[in-house]
């Protein structure tokens, strides 16, 4: 069951990086459509294009997610510099709730904290799906 649980979360983080493509690039800033609501820190953010970018070009880990709608929100992350590549979104997926799980740049990749609200979330799915494979 938690294998089933890991390979859905992968599938739809892939689906989601497969949906959210980078438009724009230069070395400090990206734009990249989400096509669903999403949850980013503490915010719920609704579907659109956003603009990626570090706050201080000497602090990788700070990153500002802006919306063309005026939705913003800073996020701090732990860098991970081995996992570098194309601007990129990876989120976390539980019932109709998709969480912002890491930015991938080519400063490297950019894992946020889950939130109380994820961890619920996560936990929760969970329940379901020990639910669902025991009914069978």
């Not at 294009?49 to 706050?55: L, M, P």
């Amino acid at each position: 069951m938690k294998d089933t649980l890991q390979r859905v979360r992968l599938a739809v983080g892939l689906l989601a990086v497969a949906a959210v493509g980078a438009q724009a690039q230069d070395t400090d800033r990206a734009i990249v459509n989400v096509p669903f609501d999403f949850v980013a820190g503490n915010i719920t953010l609704p579907p659109g294009n956003y603009t990626v970018e570090r706050v201080f070009s000497q602090h990788a880990s700070a990153l500002l997610l802006r919306g063309t709608n005026g939705n913003a929100v800073m996020l701090t992350t732990s860098v991970d510099t081995d996992s570098m590549g194309k601007v990129s979104l990876i989120f976390n997926r539980y019932g109709s709730k998709s969480f912002l799980r890491a930015v991938r740049t080519d400063f490297g990749t950019h894992w946020l904290a889950p939130t109380s609200t994820e961890k619920n979330a996560a936990a929760l799915a969970r329940v379901a799906t020990a639910g669902a494979s025991g009914s069978h």
